[in-house]
């Protein structure tokens, strides 16, 4: 087999949805089906391959993103398992990042969940084609047609079913498919350790018409990306099934459509066909296209084609803390190969390491491998300087690949070791949890001296104390959970500043005068550079960026960062002699605090996207007390015998929800939620809030034009 024969058998996807959506079962199947496992881990047990942490076990949820390598029909596919819940939602990003397709799981009876919206949104992030498979199609309430409709409207897709389900709920027992035209039925009883057999028969005579319908539906979806196909129809042709998924291949890889498949991963059925979907219509790292990034001493844009024979690069998406091995980096490689033992350049750092081992991943399982070749995904041991989004080659200034964005942190908790002796340990943990979880955030207030811990969410910050109590085995004691406010402005002005300090040999000089104005919510820093006539020279502009930059970091009400602010740089003046880098960005700045101080600054809060799901006899007490909680209610919905609650909830209120709600509801409803946005916080709930650290802000000044 030559080595672009060996890369496009290769098919790198993640497993991703809405929590509780089945992903972790999902693949527990895969890998029995594909003879990696030799019996099926069950989630609720706590057997699961792929959920190895003890917290994943306890909880019964996925908490960080696990890969392993599998094979179907001679082709090798490795996967990562992600998590569902949204304090976890990096460990998708991250992951979305190096894959080249995803399988995104829909629950048949909840559908389209506000976390299926956020991982989908990630998915367009990047590219990335995906299949939907509709899981859960036994319980009572799956709805198949319902969730297609509900991933056209919600989604925005173009969603394609390839199969027709044969029964729903308890009756369901297999599907029709519709590329090949055959059914796909399955026992009434399975030996759960062995899967659930399957056989391949006839269309049943009822759902023939119905079948040949939706194929022809299909089809149609299919004739207008090939002329092929629309020729055949409009000959009233048999269209041979090669050419659909010929054809279904392409407009998949291209990200035009997404075939649809159906099934129960908990009771074996139809989890072969995602196998078949998988490799017949995701791309491998052959079909996507060549990976972007730009050099790293000239910052001009590169490509890098998937190609073996060129220079080794990779991409670090993950790095772990492994009481065996040490620090364990996650790899993708692009290009080129790489084998154990070589010397390699960290380009984003420009520092030189040496590869120690290369590891095969399964799940908490390593085994070692001589070499890493293009398209595969692979751990790295002995690399020191190291952190996640850094670019490895085998040739200094080769590439710096695009890093990987992470959002900000919404939830912070005072920590304090218990003793002394784990003072020390306690600063060392921090560290390593910090390079293994971008999302979580240490600092040292200035003022109280306590070391603060930052994260996504209540459980985020929970999981991060048990692995520090246990994991670690450092004693610490934690304070309750306080929201991570951030400050920006509602009006325009100008700041200026003049830097002049005279010393006995040269002084320094700097004068610079921007403006300040907010933009849309959530589009964090916008620099524009509006000089005329050379006033500041070129090569100081980046450092006046730098100096505005540092000022936001601080806010001017109560220290915290600033966002969503445009600053234009409009004027200044320089000398000769005296003008440096250093004394342009302490001159940025002081202009930037002064033009924050006369911008209106305000203290925004994280408003939280909620959707509850509660029995009709329970909304009214709901929403009342989700009102009594500021909250807004955007929507309701009815399904079957639930309400569905949409609203938008400061995450302030939310403290404490959870008990709250199973009270009202007798333990019957539950809960959603994911950060929406940062709202301005009312001025007397501000003060109330931030206590002393609060500064009221001064009356509101619009600059003059």
């Given at each position: ?156 897709s173009r969603p394609v079913p390839i199969v027709l389900p044969i029964g729903a709920e308890e009756k369901f027992s297999g599907f029709i498919d519709l590329v090949e035209m055959n059914a796909h039925v399955w026992a009434e ?517």
């Amino acid at each position: 087999m030559t080595a672009l024969e060996e890369i496009k058998i290769i098919r790198n996807i993640g497993i991703i949805a809405h929590i509780d959506a089945g992903k972790t079962t999902t693949t527990e199947r895969i890998l029995y089906y594909t003879g990696r496992n030799y019996k099926m881990g069950e989630v609720h047990e706590g057997t699961a391959t792929m959920d190895w942490m003890i917290q994943e076990q306890e909880r019964g949820i996925t908490i960080t993103s696990a890969a392993t390598t599998c094979s179907w029909r001679s082709f090798e596919i490795n996967i990562i398992d992600t998590p569902g819940h949204v304090d976890f939602t990096a460990e998708v990003e991250r992951s979305l990042r190096v894959l080249d397709g995803a399988v995104v799981i829909f629950c048949a009876v909840a559908g389209v969940q506000p976390q299926s919206e956020t991982v989908w949104r990630q998915a367009n992030k990047y590219h990335v084609p995906r299949i939907a498979f509709v899981n859960k199609m036994d319980r009572p309430g799956a709805n198949f047609s319902r969730v297609v409709k509900q991933i056209k409207e919600r989604l925005g897709s173009r969603p394609v079913p390839i199969v027709l389900p044969i029964g729903a709920e308890e009756k369901f027992s297999g599907f029709i498919d519709l590329v090949e035209m055959n059914a796909h039925v399955w026992a009434e009883t399975a030996d759960s350790d062995k899967g659930s057999k399957f056989q391949i028969c006839p269309i049943p005579e009822e759902l023939l018409g119905k079948a040949k319908e939706l194929r022809g539906s299909l089809l149609e979806t299919l004739s207008s990306y090939n002329d092929e196909i629309l020729e055949a129809l409009l000959d009233d042709k048999e269209v041979p099934v090669s050419l659909v998924k010929k054809v279904l291949r392409e407009v998949t890889v291209k990200g035009t459509v997404v075939p649809v498949l159906c099934g129960s991963a908990f009771k074996n059925k139809g989890v072969q066909a995602i196998l078949d979907a998988v490799v017949d219509y995701l791309p491998s790292p052959l079909d996507v296209p060549p990976i972007k990034g730009f050099h790293p001493r000239t910052n001009a844009p590169l490509e890098l084609p998937p190609d073996p024979a060129a220079p080794f690069s990779a991409l670090v998406f993950k790095i772990a803390t492994d009481p065996h091995v040490g620090k364990l980096a996650f790899l993708r490689v692009y290009s080129g190969s790489i084998s154990s033992g070589t010397q390699i350049f960290n380009s984003t750092r420009g520092e030189k390491e040496r590869l120690g081992r290369i590891l095969q991943l399964h799940a908490n399982q390593r085994q070692d491998i001589t070499m890493a070749k293009t398209g595969r995904i692979v751990g790295a041991v002995g690399l020191k300087k190291i952190a996640t989004g850094d670019t490895l080659t085998s040739q200094p200034e080769l590439i710096v690949l695009e890093k990987i964005t992470f959002p900000d942190t919404v939830i912070s908790v005072a920590i304090e070791p218990a003793t002394q002796a784990d003072f020390n340990k306690l600063a060392i943990v921090l560290n390593s949890l910090q390079e293994e979880d971008p999302t979580f955030k240490v600092k040292v207030d200035s003022e109280t001296g306590e070391t603060i811990i930052a994260g996504m969410g209540e459980l985020h910050l929970d999981i991060i104390v048990d692995r520090i109590t246990r994991e670690f085995g450092v004693k610490a004691h934690v304070g309750k959970p306080q929201v991570s406010y951030k400050e920006g402005i509602i009006g325009t002005a100008r700041g200026e500043y003049k830097h002049v300090k005279q010393t006995g040999g040269h002084g320094q000089y700097g004068h610079v005068v921007l403006e300040v104005q907010p933009i849309h919510r959530g589009k964090g820093f916008d620099f524009v550079n509006k000089l005329v006539g050379g006033s500041i020279p070129t090569q100081y502009v980046k450092s006046v960026e730098q100096g505005v930059k540092d000022a936001m970091n601080d806010g001017f009400l109560a220290g915290f960062p600033v966002v969503d602010v445009k600053v234009t740089l409009l004027d200044g003046s320089y000398h000769d002699v005296d003008s440096s880098d250093i004394a342009f960005k302490i001159a940025a700045f002081n202009a930037m605090k002064d033009g924050l101080s006369k911008a209106h600054p305000v203290i925004l809060e994280p408003v939280m996207k909620v959707e509850i799901e509660t029995p009709e006899g329970y909304m009214g007490d709901v929403i009342g007390n989700m009102q009594a909680r500021r909250g807004k209610i955007i929507n309701v919905e009815m399904r079957e015998e639930i309400r569905v609650i949409d609203c938008q909830t400061p995450l302030s209120e939310m403290f404490g929800y959870a008990t709250q709600l199973r009270s009202l509801s007798q333990g019957r409803a539950t809960y959603t939620m994911e950060v929406l946005c940062y709202d301005e916080l009312p001025e007397n709930l501000a003060e109330k809030a931030l206590g002393r650290n609060f500064r009221r802000p001064p009356a509101l000044q619009v600059a003059a034009g």
